[in-house]
């Protein structure tokens, strides 16, 4: 709704991987102009369960609004069956009054906050007597009464609202009359305490669309607009979004007014997922798999088995809380060393890093490209952040990546069997299609001769390993610098902040949050991270400023990267491993302690009430 008023939107929804009973909830930005960060403060705290308020009022800025329900003034602390210990903890010593949520609402008021108590219970009994509906039914509104109070505090026009209603609600059109009361009655409360139109609504200046998308969206749209054939995938958070979402778009339609379908197939586990995924692009279908650290990790001997064969794959791979089952639902990224190092024995691939939700369209559509130009499987690194992460965006241009297929043998030309591993100066063999006439060849994941058939020799050896692994040279050498990383200068800059993949926005925001206190800093965003572009990064760090290394992540794998390859690291690392992403703010502070001297080498940061 508030995209379709004209505003500029960032989301981050968090949820526990359980069924249900966990707290959850959203986070939303909005502003005139686009967000690049999660916050780790509020100006409204919309809430209608006790929990809510008991877990967030202190992340409520001062000057800010709590909308609740009255009703829950008298739910005590210690009745809250979800609060974690440590969390418990904490909010026991924060309080110094009582323990009931009116206590935590009279320190509130105290401190600043504005209260606008929605009788939300009294509403929903107002609401049942006008309606066929359940009382179960009924109930369901809780949730459209708060949320049209806060839309009602903030200036957003009502109709907008109702439309964007109309439109969740299209395939239940019994519903829509409850639901539009509800809106009713909200905004006319919201008006009887004096409290409508508080905040002018911050409507953007160019009226150009926008899309509402997360990172799952944009990926897929990305591989439709690059010609995806064959998606194969096996249900795992948080990847699964991705594949479902292509599902749902069904037929597409092409520029030139024609049709087609992809075939989107759920496998039976994730190594069936990958072999399925090569054996389609072996027979020139532009194809892809979709999966998690989990995922992966099963499916890295078949990832040995695309890079020996020069199978041209595509991995969406959505980095989630690890090891093991780790936490299926929150974010990290500490899979980058094993997207780099996965399978056994030497294989060239290429690994490359979204930073928000645009860049995830254009770079899914540019892995295929990858994949195809040097014939090799392309791990295409997101993250739960990402995909939880819900972004107001310009529509995009379809036509700003060009479509690249593979060189393929001639099979005209042929006398006899096809050649798939043909040694070059350029490491990239034209390939035969397997099922096409004429094209009839040998494939191994055994050691083979340029042929195709198995061979052990060690003088064959060394050069099918040379021509594999000269593939790494020719990507450095081919692939444009501003693909390879964003680099962002500033003047009188102090620092010069490192990092890959969703930490993109958080450093934007740190940035612009420590231009406004006088303190510059450059920005150097990896998007290419294997093989890793260290003439490039080398270049952009030649200066004397101290790099700071930012990761979701407990070791700050970024750093090692750096080591390995350049022989030096970041001078400071601040690292998160809560599971959750990074915030402007608290980034901000941290660099600012780097920019007074007070930094330490490694810094970690906290936020008990996430």
């Known amino acids: 709704a508030c995209v379709s008023a004209g505003g500029e939107v960032l989301t981050r929804r968090e949820y526990h991987s359980n069924i249900i009973g966990r707290h959850s909830y959203v986070d939303i930005a909005l502003w005139s102009q686009a967000p690049q960060s999660v916050q780790a403060y509020c100006d409204l705290l919309i809430s209608y369960d006790a929990e809510t308020l008991f877990r967030h009022i202190y992340r409520v800025n001062a000057g800010g609004l709590v909308i609740y329900d009255p009703?829950?003034?008298?739910?005590?602390l210690d009745k809250q069956a979800f609060l974690d210990a440590p969390l418990l903890k904490q909010l026991e010593?924060?309080?110094?009054?009582?323990?009931?949520?009116?206590?935590?609402?009279?320190?509130?008021?105290?401190?600043g906050i504005h209260l606008l108590a929605l009788p939300c219970t009294d509403l929903l009994k107002q609401l049942a007597k006008t309606s066929e509906l359940s009382r179960g039914e009924v109930k369901r509104v809780t949730a459209l009464l708060a949320m049209a109070a806060a839309a009602a505090h903030i200036g957003l026009p009502v109709e907008v609202l109702s439309a964007t209603v109309d439109h969740a609600l299209a395939k239940h059109q019994r519903l829509l009359p409850l639901n539009h009361r509800a809106i009713k009655i909200a905004y006319q409360q919201v008006k009887k305490l004096g409290m409508a139109n508080s905040w002018p609504?911050?409507?953007?200046?160019?009226?150009?669309?926008?899309?509402?998308?997360?990172?799952?969206?944009?990926?897929?749209?990305?591989?439709?607009?690059?010609?995806?054939?064959?998606q194969t995938y096996y249900p795992i958070s948080p990847a699964t979004?991705?594949?479902?979402?292509?599902?749902?778009?069904?037929?597409?339609?092409?520029?030139?007014?024609?049709?087609y379908q992809p075939r989107i197939v759920q496998m039976e586990d994730e190594i069936a997922s990958i072999s399925a995924a090569?054996?389609?692009?072996?027979?020139?279908?532009?194809?892809?798999?979709?999966?998690?650290?989990?995922?992966?990790?099963?499916?890295?001997?078949?990832?040995?088995?695309?890079?020996?064969?020069e199978v041209p794959l595509v991995i969406s791979h959505y980095m989630r809380g690890g090891p093991s089952t780790g936490m299926p639902t929150r974010t990290e990224q500490g899979d980058l060393l094993f997207a780099i190092h996965a399978g056994h024995g030497e294989f060239p691939r290429i690994v490359i890093a979204s930073g928000d939700v645009e860049d995830a369209f254009y770079?899914?559509?540019?892995?295929?490209n990858y994949a195809e130009r040097f014939r090799l499987p392309v791990i295409h690194l997101l993250d739960k952040h990402l995909t939880a992460t819900s972004q107001s965006v310009k529509a995009f241009d379809t036509d700003k990546i060009a479509i690249e297929h593979s060189k393929l043998i001639d099979a005209n030309n042929l006398t006899g069997r096809a050649v798939p591993f043909t040694l070059n100066k350029d490491a990239v063999s034209p390939r035969p299609l397997v099922g096409q006439a004429g094209k009839r060849h040998w494939l191994t994941a055994v050691e083979h001769s340029p042929d195709g058939l198995v061979c052990e020799d060690p003088q064959n050896r060394e050069a099918m390993m040379e021509h594999r692994m000269l593939k790494l040279k020719l990507i450095l050498d081919d692939v444009p610098v501003e693909e390879k990383l964003l680099h962002l200068s500033a003047n009188n800059a102090v620092m010069t902040l490192l990092g890959w993949g969703s930490v993109k926005g958080a450093m934007l925001d740190a940035r612009?949050?420590?231009?406004?206190?006088?303190?510059?800093?450059?920005?150097?965003?990896?998007?290419?991270?294997w093989p890793f572009p260290a003439v490039e990064v080398q270049h952009f760090l030649q200066s004397d400023l101290p790099v700071v290394a930012v990761e979701n992540s407990y070791s700050g794998?970024?750093?090692?990267?750096?080591?390995?390859m350049l022989g030096r690291g970041a001078d400071h690392i601040l690292v998160k491993y809560s599971g959750r992403p990074f915030t402007g703010e608290a980034l901000a502070a941290a660099l600012v302690k780097i920019a007074a001297g007070r930094g330490q080498p490694r810094m970690v940061l906290r936020d008990a009430y996430e």
């Open 71 to 76: 009703a829950l003034e008298s739910a005590s």
């Open 93 to 111: 010593q924060e309080q110094t009054s009582g323990p009931f949520i009116g206590d935590f609402l009279a320190a509130a008021r105290e401190r």
């Open 201 to 230: 609504f911050p409507a953007r200046d160019a009226d150009d669309e926008r899309l509402l998308l997360t990172a799952t969206d944009s990926v897929a749209l990305g591989k439709l607009a690059a010609g995806l054939d064959v």
């Open 241 to 259: 979004d991705e594949s479902t979402r292509l599902e749902s778009i069904g037929m597409v339609t092409l520029q030139d007014g024609s049709c």
């Open 278 to 309: 090569a054996g389609a692009a072996l027979a020139g279908a532009r194809t892809s798999t979709s999966t998690s650290g989990p995922g992966l990790s099963l499916m890295s001997e078949a990832l040995g088995w695309t890079g020996m064969t």
């Open 363 to 368: 770079d899914s559509m540019q892995a295929y």
């Open 512 to 529: 612009q949050r420590l231009s406004e206190q006088g303190i510059s800093a450059d920005i150097l965003l990896l998007r290419l991270l």
């Open 557 to 564: 794998q970024v750093d090692s990267l750096m080591r390995q």
